[in-house]
Structures are given as structure tokens and as C-alpha cells.
């Protein structure tokens, strides 16, 4: 199911994939980590256990997809603490190419999102940061 999501996410372009008793269930696109708040909040039920396939993970949206309840991912680009906090979680991952973090848009610094993941070791909490932090911007 791995392959189905991979396939998907880069013969498609997309975001994020999400796969389930072989079926592709959701195939968005967006940026940052909101597709994949946005797939926990509106699909929850579709997410747990499912396979994805993910463009760009950070520990923010590793954090969502441990939340989610996945049971394994494919990332394009992954950075070292993704890495690290989906090993925490025993959440089997595969990737094209690590980096040491996500960087913003100008590439100045490390993007906004990732930065507010870091408010706690608690995942909960790290993602009521984040989720706090897209309100300040008008993201969700």
C-alpha cells in the first residue's frame, strides 16, 4: 500500500495521500502542515491506520499524523526531528532525502509552524501550540 501512496502523491503532484485497505481515500493539496489539520479534524476515522504518502514532513505535521493514529509513512523530504519524533512514536517511515529542519518560505529561518511544535515534548500540547499559532495567522 506503501507504493499506492507513493505513486500517487508524485504522479499526482499532490500534497499528501492517504491510502486504506488498498484504496485512495483522500489525495490533497495545500501547503504547509494544514492539509494534514485539515484531514485530521474533518476525516479522523479515515485516518487511523491508514498508509500516507506526505511531500514535505517536519515534526509538525509528524506530529499531526502520530495524532491521526497512521501506521506508516512515505515522505519525499523528512527533516531530523520528524524523523526523531516518529521513531518516539514507532511510526514506520521511508524517505527520498532528510534535512536537518523546515525551513520558511524565504528559507530565513526555520518555518513558523515547526518552530511553535517545539512549545512542548508533549505532543498534545505542542499541537494545541500549533493550532494556536494558525489562528494568529489566519490559517485555520
Given at each position: 500500500m506503501i507504493e499506492l501512496a507513493k505513486k500517487t502523491l508524485i504522479d499526482g503532484g499532490y500534497s499528501a495521500v492517504v491510502v486504506k485497505d488498498n484504496k485512495v481515500l483522500h489525495a490533497v493539496?495545500?501547503?504547509g502542515v494544514y492539509p494534514v489539520i485539515k484531514l485530521y479534524n474533518e476525516h479522523p476515522e479515515d485516518m487511523k491506520d491508514a498508509i500516507?504518502?506526505?511531500k514535505i514532513i517536519g515534526r509538525a505535521a509528524a506530529i499531526v499524523y502520530i495524532l491521526c493514529g497512521i501506521k506508516?509513512?512515505?515522505c519525499h523530504v523528512i527533516s531530523q526531528p520528524g524523523i526523531e519524533i516518529l521513531d518516539k512514536y514507532g511510526i514506520k517511515h521511508s524517505q527520498h532525502s532528510i534535512v536537518?529542519?523546515?525551513d520558511n518560505r524565504t528559507k530565513t529561518?526555520?518555518?513558523p509552524m515547526e518552530k511553535s511544535s517545539f512549545k512542548s515534548d508533549d505532543i498534545h500540547?505542542?499541537?494545541a501550540a500549533m493550532i494556536e499559532f494558525g489562528k494568529s495567522?489566519?490559517?485555520l
Open positions: 493539496m495545500g501547503t500516507v504518502a506526505d506508516e509513512i512515505y536537518p529542519r523546515i529561518d526555520m518555518c500540547e505542542a499541537y495567522v489566519n490559517r
